[in-house]
């Protein structure tokens, strides 16, 4: 604990910018909070402060170790809250960013729920279909479906088995008929997906043995995925949404899964981040909260196959 106390008084002497400063903050001796230092800069083999009668500042190593240190005291007190407090350890902000439909239909109040069960956390909840840039943009978390990214992006499983599904209203299955196999679509309306000018509407799916991609076309293209399923529920085409953006709507019979020995293409649900070492008790409560929802709603609505991958 001693060599902890060390990190302490020079990430505080850092802050105040000065060590009598530090020693009284920390109800230490001047002599106490110098030796601290003295001892650091041993151990390390740098100076980690320019002194002088009246000034001091950190040097190039001593800003580097001072990053360092400000990260290794944060997981050391999010470990000990989270031993002595349970639940009152999940706090902080949130900052996440999720598709359209998911996010209004469904996250909404996933979400209200996760703040009543940890009320010291702060969500901050940006909704769009485009791919949010967590390097760029004031996000930490985007929840994605598709692969995850071949990159340096952390990706927590959210809904692995999740696929897409088409579907329609019984109104406009009872006017234009029920399609029994993919090549049938290209003779209905076909409600499509855009994203950055590019229309989704080469619609893949994969049968016993084969793989199936019909071209589709229709009368309405929307970037808003809760516009597409919205379109559907009132009758006016056929879909290729998520399950998990229209599971609500199958077990309700708004909307109707078509050609079922037909499966649609994967879609897995992840949550991403940039740095493992944001996998605070906050992000890891909510990846466990979403990912029960998840398995909920499709357990609850006849889609129990696809909570496996």
Not at 66 to 77: G, K, P, S, V
Not at 214 to 232: I, P, T
Request: charged share 20%; proline share 5%; glycine share 6%.
């Amino acid at each position: 604990m001693k060599a902890l106390q060390d990190l302490i008084i020079f990430t505080k002497t850092a802050q105040l910018g000065s060590l009598s400063a530090c020693a009284r903050q920390l109800d230490l001796t001047p002599a106490a909070a110098s030796a601290a230092v003295k001892r650091l800069e041993a151990e390390l083999g740098v100076a980690l402060f320019i002194r002088s009668t009246r000034h001091l500042r950190l040097t190039q190593e001593g800003e580097v170790f001072l990053r360092h240190c400000q990260e290794a005291l944060q997981i050391l007190d999010e470990g000990s809250q989270a031993m002595t407090h349970g639940v009152a350890a999940v706090r902080g902000t949130l900052q996440l960013s999720a598709p359209s439909d998911l996010g209004r239909n469904m996250l909404v109040g996933w979400l209200d729920s996760f703040q009543q069960q940890y009320p010291e956390v702060e969500v901050r909840l940006r909704l769009t279909d485009r791919i949010a840039d967590i390097y760029s943009q004031p996000v930490d978390l985007a929840l994605r479906y598709g692969e995850p990214p071949l990159s340096n992006l952390v990706a927590l499983s959210v809904a692995p088995g999740n696929r897409r599904i088409l579907c329609a209203s019984p109104a406009y299955l009872e006017q234009h008929g029920t399609p029994a196999a993919p090549d049938e679509l290209t003779r209905h309306n076909c409600l499509c997906y855009m994203l950055s000018e590019y229309t989704y509407n080469r619609w893949r799916l994969f049968g016993e043995d084969q793989e199936y991609t019909v071209e589709v076309k229709g009368n309405r293209v929307s970037d808003d995925g809760d516009v597409v399923r919205r379109w559907a529920i009132n009758g006016h085409g056929i879909a290729y949404k998520s399950a998990l953006d229209v599971a609500r709507d199958l077990g309700a019979g708004n909307l109707i899964s078509l050609c079922p020995e037909w499966r649609g293409e994967p879609a897995p649900l992840n949550l991403i981040c940039a740095d493992r070492r944001q996998l605070n008790p906050a992000v890891r409560a909510l990846h466990q909260s979403l990912k029960e929802h998840c398995r909920q709603l499709l357990n609850e609505n006849g889609l129990q196959y696809l909570n496996k991958p």
